[in-house]
C-alpha cells in the first residue's frame, strides 16, 4: 500500500524541561545581573539545593555580590566563604553561565536573558554543613 499526504518537517527536541523562573537575585561589582533559577536536577536551584544542600539565597549570593575569581569565556566563577562561630569557615563556589544557553545547547533562558547559576557548592564536600542554612 502507498500512503501519500503531507509530512511535518522534522524538528530538533526542545531540551530537557527546566524552570526559568528566578528564585534569586544578584548584581557583582561589574553590573553583571546574574539570575538562580528554579532550574531541574541537572541546574540551578533546585539541582544544588538538594545535591549540596545550600538552601538560602543568601548563600549563593554572597559570592555573586564578590569580584569573579574566574572566567572562562562565558562560564564564570565566584567564590566566598560562610562561616560560623562554632564551626570553620567553608569555601562557597558559585559556577553561572552568563549567556542565552549553556555551553552544551541543552539550555535556553530565551533571548536577552542569561542562564545564570548553573550550580553552587561548599569546596572540598559533597554536602554543605546544615549551618549554612541557618
Request: charged share 20%; aromatic share 8%; glycine share 10%.
Amino acid at each position: 500500500m502507498l500512503l501519500t499526504g503531507s509530512v511535518a518537517p522534522a524538528h530538533a527536541a526542545p531540551g530537557p524541561y527546566w524552570d526559568k523562573r528566578v528564585k534569586c537575585n544578584a548584581t557583582d561589582p561589574d553590573g553583571r545581573k546574574i539570575p538562580t533559577r528554579v532550574g531541574n536536577g541537572e541546574l540551578g536551584w533546585n539541582h544544588f539545593s538538594g545535591k549540596h544542600n545550600i538552601k538560602k539565597c543568601a548563600i549563593v549570593n554572597i559570592p555573586l555580590r564578590g569580584n569573579v575569581d574566574k572566567v572562562d569565556g562565558a562560564n564564570i566563577q565566584y567564590w566566598g566563604w560562610a562561616s560560623h562561630p562554632r564551626h570553620r569557615s567553608v569555601q562557597i563556589v558559585v559556577k553561572a553561565r552568563y549567556a542565552c544557553k549553556t555551553a552544551d545547547r541543552k539550555y535556553d533562558a530565551g533571548p536577552g536573558n542569561v542562564v545564570g547559576v548553573i550550580t553552587a557548592y561548599c569546596k572540598g564536600m559533597t554536602k554543605c554543613p546544615h549551618w549554612v542554612n541557618e
